[in-house]
């Protein structure tokens, strides 16, 4: 049976690590170079305030010897419905204080509309089915909640101007998409810059990456590619990540000239819906 992902069960399950790891006589340091992790994560782990991938727990039950313990009882966040990738992610997400993301391609996660993520659902391969879709559909929209609360978190959207301009599942669905952005910047919730093609290559040119900034946490980055996905914990990489972030916004739009363009693309997707 899954164990219930909460602050309870991850506290157990960082209390059995810490007595595994001080049994087998290494310190943090030594098991997270023999595990491949930084000793940071697992100090979060033990403490309960962190909770690992199924890898790590595998490649940590494998070092500690624990024949399949720590994976056993790593505490479910239903992992079904998010790629495992994207777990660690996930959490971290949820305990932010402050997220700023550039999208290159695709509109982001929290951003989605019902359509808009229906249709790259959809699109992936291999093919899922219906109740796969409506599994993840329901994951999706329900990560959008943290905006119901208007303090936290704060966060800053940088789009290239190609989200835009992909057509994902025709007219209808784009221009309530784009509306749905413009929505949510002229509420407050969120801030927009794009940076638009004429720009050229740019700092952030080659990928997708999300920063976040904690209460409690050191800030990460989370960095992701075709089936793949890493939260970068290291100081001297995240701050990196940071810079070029920053470069890259010097060359974006300002919010309301980007709310501006956004809004006159979802009017021309507006416009093509008539017959």
């Given at each position: 049976?899954?164990?219930?992902?909460?602050?309870?069960?991850?506290?157990?399950?960082?209390?059995?690590?810490?007595?595994?790891?001080?049994?087998?006589?290494?310190?943090?340091?030594?098991?997270?170079?023999?595990?491949?992790?930084?000793?940071?994560?697992?100090?979060?782990?033990?403490?309960?305030?962190?909770?690992?991938?199924?890898?790590?727990?595998?490649?940590?039950?494998?070092?500690?010897?624990?024949?399949?313990?720590?994976?056993?009882?790593?505490?479910?966040?239903?992992?079904?419905?998010?790629?495992?990738?994207?777990?660690?992610?996930?959490?971290?997400?949820?305990?932010?204080?402050?997220?700023?993301?550039?999208?290159?391609?695709?509109?982001?996660?929290?951003?989605?509309?019902?359509?808009?993520?229906?249709?790259?659902?959809?699109?992936?391969?291999?093919?899922?089915?219906?109740?796969?879709?409506?599994?993840?559909?329901?994951?999706?929209?329900?990560?959008?909640?943290?905006?119901?609360?208007?303090?936290?978190?704060?966060?800053?959207?940088?789009?290239?101007?190609?989200?835009?301009?992909?057509?994902?599942?025709?007219?209808?669905?784009?221009?309530?998409?784009?509306?749905?952005?413009?929505?949510?910047?002229t509420r407050g919730r969120v801030r927009v810059h794009v940076l638009p093609f004429a720009v050229g290559p740019h700092a952030l040119v080659e990928g997708f990456v999300t920063?976040?900034?904690?209460?409690?946490?050191?800030?990460?980055?989370?960095?992701?590619?075709?089936?793949?996905?890493?939260?970068?914990?290291?100081?001297?990489?995240?701050?990196?990540?940071?810079?070029?972030?920053?470069?890259?916004?010097?060359?974006?739009?300002?919010?309301?000239?980007?709310?501006?363009?956004?809004?006159?693309?979802?009017?021309?997707?507006?416009?093509?819906?008539?017959?």
């Open positions: 049976m899954a164990i219930e992902d909460n602050p309870e069960s991850r506290l157990r399950y960082g209390e059995e690590l810490r007595a595994r790891r001080e049994g087998a006589g290494l310190t943090q340091e030594e098991l997270s170079v023999r595990a491949i992790m930084s000793r940071t994560h697992i100090a979060h782990i033990e403490a309960g305030r962190r909770r690992p991938t199924v890898e790590d727990a595998r490649r940590l039950d494998d070092v500690l010897d624990a024949g399949g313990v720590l994976v056993r009882f790593l505490p479910s966040q239903g992992e079904g419905r998010v790629a495992e990738h994207f777990t660690e992610a996930l959490e971290l997400e949820r305990r932010a204080t402050v997220i700023r993301t550039y999208a290159p391609k695709l509109v982001p996660g929290l951003l989605q509309t019902k359509a808009y993520a229906n249709e790259i659902f959809r699109s992936s391969f291999p093919p899922r089915s219906a109740e796969e879709r409506d599994a993840l559909l329901v994951t999706r929209l329900a990560r959008a909640k943290i905006f119901d609360d208007f303090k936290s978190p704060v966060a800053w959207y940088l789009l290239d101007e190609a989200v835009l301009r992909r057509p994902v599942g025709g007219p209808e669905v784009m221009c309530e998409q784009l509306r749905h952005i413009v929505d949510l910047a920063l976040m900034w904690f209460n409690d946490l050191p800030p990460v980055a989370y960095v992701e590619g075709l089936n793949t996905g890493r939260v970068l914990e290291n100081p001297g990489v995240v701050r990196d990540c940071q810079v070029h972030y920053e470069h890259a916004l010097g060359d974006a739009m300002s919010h309301h000239d980007s709310l501006a363009l956004i809004q006159t693309v979802a009017d021309d997707y507006g416009h093509a819906e008539q017959p």
